[in-house]
């Protein structure tokens, strides 16, 4: 799946188009790599999304296309 779309399916971001803004000014990494919007997200992956001075980190432990709200949650494990 996408960057974008699974911050977007996660609910990380709430809109797909804020994650490829996110994404097109360097503000996502993943595994420590500046991810484009098209980057691919694998089981495993460590996401840092910084929102302005903060820093959300993860790592996903499934890519699902389509996820209820409560449980978008379950899709990452918040590291730190």
């Known amino acids: 799946m996408r960057i974008d779309k699974y911050l977007k399916v996660s609910r990380i971001i709430k809109r797909r188009t804020l994650a490829q ?19 691919e997200v694998k089981i495993g992956d460590i996401i840092e999304v910084h929102f302005g001075d903060k820093v959300f980190k993860c790592r996903v432990t499934s890519v699902d296309e389509k996820v209820q709200k409560n449980l978008a949650s379950n899709m990452y494990e918040v590291i730190e």
Not at 24 to 35: E, H, L, P, Q, Y
């Open 21 to 39: 803004e996110a994404c097109d000014s360097g503000r996502v990494f993943i595994n420590g790599k500046v991810a484009k919007p098209s980057t």
